[in-house]
């Protein structure tokens, strides 16, 4: 996964809660007191697509994907729920599933990376050009 440096401290730290849950939500069954803690990541886009179309907990359809504010809420449960390494693999399978049309998943991976782009505004990176070939030289060689 790529790193940034950020000019912001990549953990910072907030508010003691109490009766919260693990993402801050109110829970009356949460007991301990709980310290609410930003972290600062940056991801890729196929890191996104493969935690939004391949992390095992997520089953997003259609209309989730539809929705910006679920989109984003998913991603939030992936990252926390997986490790570096893991969101290195998913981001393999993204990006195998979407360079070819041919893979089972790839319509599912199309529709993931499409939300990503829309909501996110990050798109996959595009090939480096290649350059153009002057058939006129050969023609003369």
């Keep these: 996964m790529h790193a940034s440096l950020t000019a912001q401290p990549s953990l910072t730290t907030d508010v003691v809660e109490e009766n919260v849950s693990l993402f801050g939500e109110a829970d009356s069954y949460e007991t301990e007191p709980r310290l609410s803690v930003r972290v600062t990541l940056s991801l ?3 890191d996104m697509v ?7 907990s997520m089953m997003l359809t259609t209309s ?9 809420e998913a991603l ?3 990252i926390v729920d997986a490790d570096a390494s893991q969101i290195e693999g998913y981001a393999e399978l993204a ?4 360079s070819s049309p ?3 998943v790839y319509a599912y991976a199309k529709l993931v990376a499409e939300a990503v782009t829309r909501t996110f505004g990050i798109t996959a990176p595009q090939p480096p050009a290649v350059p153009a070939v002057n058939t006129r030289l050969f023609a003369a060689a």
């Design 44 to 46: 890729r886009f196929f």
């Design 50 to 56: 493969g935690l939004l179309a391949f992390h095992p």
């Design 64 to 72: 989730d994907l539809q929705r910006s504010d679920a989109l984003a």
């Design 76 to 78: 939030r449960f992936t």
């Design 95 to 98: 990006r195998t599933a979407l």
């Design 102 to 104: 041919r893979q089972p």
